[in-house]
């Protein structure tokens, strides 16, 4: 069981605790969240990232805003709770898995307005922590439900780091991996590094060379080059919003991925819970995507590698079309060639 | 007019001046090359670097390494060469400029065996030069031929570091940007950072930012996005080793983003002396690709970014296979759809 990602410590008054996922793999360090504003720094800044991650981050940042309020009544509580999840909502556009945490918080809250301001603060942190505990549940059976998918002896290439790190537990994409694991199916793994923070080489890499998984980091740039030697039998990567149509927003490079798989006959599968679906848009294109700051490429290594005054772009995910994806892995089942309907037929 | 990246100072008994390209482009130094070996650690360091920059490198490598040898007779002294060129060939094994290089010198040597040691010295000192001022030539003529395919206003890929740094003077794939911006033409270059060595990020953009070319920087994996937002109207590059069918070898990355251009719609050029072509060569299968050391890939810049044991992979090159190229761009002429035959066409 890998170490958790985020821990509500103490009861309503207390506080989070994460991994501080920046200093991996060189520090393992442990980040206290007191208030909703060291969340929101700590979602904003990557501590904790990860679309399942941040749903739960998001929910237990809820908990933080509103621990602390002396309402008068429920209805000013409610509107301080909106006001928490407002501002909670502007750390990172791309992830719905942030939305959807709020939006659920939103709704107990709504829910229970018959009850008294502590009462609906515990209804909230008991909330939370189901939606913690519901994600470990969705993580095993993405994992069992993709398994299927890995033939003994493949080569996998994976993007960006959908591991345990990213979730309450086992992770989406690398669940699947640790299934096959289990089941004694022999795997070997390309990590592809994941510019600009380098998820894969700081994260994916980690927990997989901990996990006991024959793992081979490479550059971005080098995945066709591995897919052309043979070397890649499936592509297996996280989401971080999915449209009603099954376009895939996910780290940036994942695109480019698709296409390299395509090109060489390689299925090319998504692991995601449901909880990442956005069936409000109707495709790719009405997902925004969030651009970062030019500091993460042109100082990325601690180092300045890019000449002064240089113009960047620092988009922070792209979005593979549908038609580029073989399945997408759910809690709910394999959604095989993803479609309005197909897509439809497995959320139910 | 760059800066040259290669300079022999003196008479025989002289030195190479060389940019660093490795401290680029926080800080422009030279490293003096005084003997071979000192030379043959530049190449392999990549302090010089780019194809036909290497091939220079070798040439005036061999100058140093018979400048102080004192045969008793031009036999004894054309073996001590011979020695000379087979070390230097042990530096870099991708680009085919490093071996035409030598090969030349050789022959050269072979050719005024009559002459007394002195004498070949002397000539061969003077063939390095030649070859230094051709390059010069060659890279005004490619851009020449190359700046038809240009559009004004368009949008331009390019991977690696194809410019004056990794020629004698003016570049190859940049030597064609350069001559449409002295045509007036409005261009917008994209420059893919190319880890792990980041000759994008370090030299690409130093070139076009001191040339007032307008440039943006990107991680190798936001190539595909940014084709996706219709802001790439064509890619071009520059080549390490070419066969006689038009596969071409080139930084690693190359052959993603031709995958990605095609995906598009996007022509994809590659610009390279003829030097580059090794006809000897039927296709890229025999086309040994360099392994470089992990840590490039681990330590980028002095900062560790993976975890401790993790397995690497760190091809240096990739091939492109000639059907993904629309053009090759020579000081002879445009190669369209790169053949067998029609490149025996313009190469004669």
Known sequence: MPLPTIEWEGDISGRVRLIDQTLLPTELKFVYCEDIKSMWHAIKTLMVRGAPAIGIA??????????????????????ELKQATTYLGTSRPT?????????????????NKGKSVQEIKEILLHEALKIQNEDKVICRQIGENGVGLIKDGSGILTHCNAG????????????????????????????????PLLQGARLTAWELL?????????????????????????????????????DTANKIGTFGV????????????????????????????????????????????GKKTAPEGIKVFNPAFDVTPAKN????????????????????????
Request: charge should be neutral; aromatic fraction near 6%; include cysteine.
């Open 58 to 79: 998001a929910a237990m940042g809820v908990v933080l805003g509103i621990k602390d309020i002396h309402a008068k009544n429920t209805d000013a509580f409610l509107k």
């Open 95 to 111: 992830a719905v898995n942030l939305f959807w945490g709020l939006a659920r918080m939103e709704r107990v809250a709504q829910e």
């Open 164 to 195: 345990g790190l990213a979730t309450a537990d086992y992770g989406t994409a690398l669940a699947v991996l640790f299934k096959a694991k289990e089941q004694g199916k022999r795997i070997a793994v390309y990590a592809d590094e994941t510019r």
């Open 210 to 246: 901990h996990a006991v998984i024959d793992v081979t980091l490479i550059c971005d740039s080098m995945a066709a080059h591995v897919m052309k030697l043979g070397k890649v039998q499936c592509v297996i990567v996280g989401a971080d919003r999915i449209a009603a149509n099954g």
């Open 258 to 301: 698709s296409i390299l798989a395509k090109e060489h006959g390689i299925p090319f599968y998504v692991a995601a819970p449901v909880s990442t679906f956005d069936l409000t848009i109707k495709s790719g294109d009405e997902i925004p995507i969030e651009e970062r700051s030019p500091e993460e490429i042109t100082n990325g290594f």
């Open 325 to 348: 994806i073989t399945a997408i892995i759910t809690e709910k089942g394999v959604i095989q060639k993803p479609s309005v309907e197909n897509i439809r037929r497995i959320l139910g």
